[in-house]
């Protein structure tokens, strides 16, 4: 399956299969579009959301830079830094859409198992409901993308 018939792939949610309790919303954020607010009372280390992960190969990141999925890709922590080439990863599901802060409340873990690979969203500290749930991040646009092609 190439870049583009996987772009133009109906989404279909399949909700018997998420492996945690519904416990955020993506709502409007004032002055950052959609967010992710927690919709009960979070204790540290809860795992919040599990999002199934799409792994582009870096000598797929330039046909990727036009279109609106590139500014929620993740580059891959594991290798950024350490490796020539670096792929960009897709966080098929909500956790693409949690903001950035300085002072995140979240962590996201990035795993793999006989179904593929896997970004999980875990509390920091306790969270009170209706809390923005935050990570830090680093815009795509400020790594060097010469690690991409």
Same mark, same amino acid.
């Given at each position: 399956?190439?870049?583009?018939?996987?772009?133009? +792939?109906?989404?279909? =949610?399949?909700?018997? #299969?998420?492996? &945690?309790?519904? !416990?955020?919303?993506?709502? @409007?954020?004032?002055?950052?579009?959609?967010?992710?607010?927690?919709?009960?009372?979070?204790?540290?280390?809860?795992?919040?959301?599990?999002?199934?992960?799409?792994?582009?190969?870096?000598?797929?990141?330039?046909? +990727?830079?036009?279109? =609106?999925?590139?500014? #929620?890709?993740? &580059?891959?922590? !594991?290798?950024?830094?350490? @490796?020539?080439?670096?792929?960009?990863?897709?966080?098929?599901?909500?956790?693409?859409?949690?903001?950035?802060?300085?002072?995140?409340?979240?962590?996201?873990?990035?795993?793999?198992?006989?179904?593929?690979?896997?970004?999980?969203?875990?509390?920091?500290?306790?969270?009170?409901?209706?809390?923005?749930?935050?990570?830090?991040?680093?815009?795509?646009?400020?790594?060097?993308?010469r690690s991409f092609t």
């Amino acid at each position: 399956m190439n870049l583009k018939s996987i772009i133009d +792939l109906p989404v279909t =949610p399949v909700l018997d #299969h998420i492996p &945690v309790p519904v !416990r955020f919303d993506v709502v @409007a954020i004032p002055g950052k579009g959609r967010g992710v607010i927690a919709v009960e009372a979070l204790s540290a280390g809860s795992v919040i959301i599990r999002d199934p992960v799409e792994r582009y190969r870096c000598a797929e990141a330039e046909a +990727l830079r036009s279109h =609106p999925i590139y500014y #929620h890709l993740f &580059v891959d922590p !594991r290798a950024y830094g350490r @490796a020539e080439q670096v792929d960009l990863l897709w966080a098929i599901g909500p956790i693409s859409m949690v903001n950035h802060a300085d002072r995140p409340n979240c962590t996201i873990k990035w795993t793999a198992d006989g179904a593929g690979e896997w970004v999980t969203l875990v509390a920091i500290n306790d969270i009170a409901a209706g809390t923005e749930l935050l990570i830090s991040y680093t815009n795509i646009d400020e790594y060097d993308v010469r690690s991409f092609t």
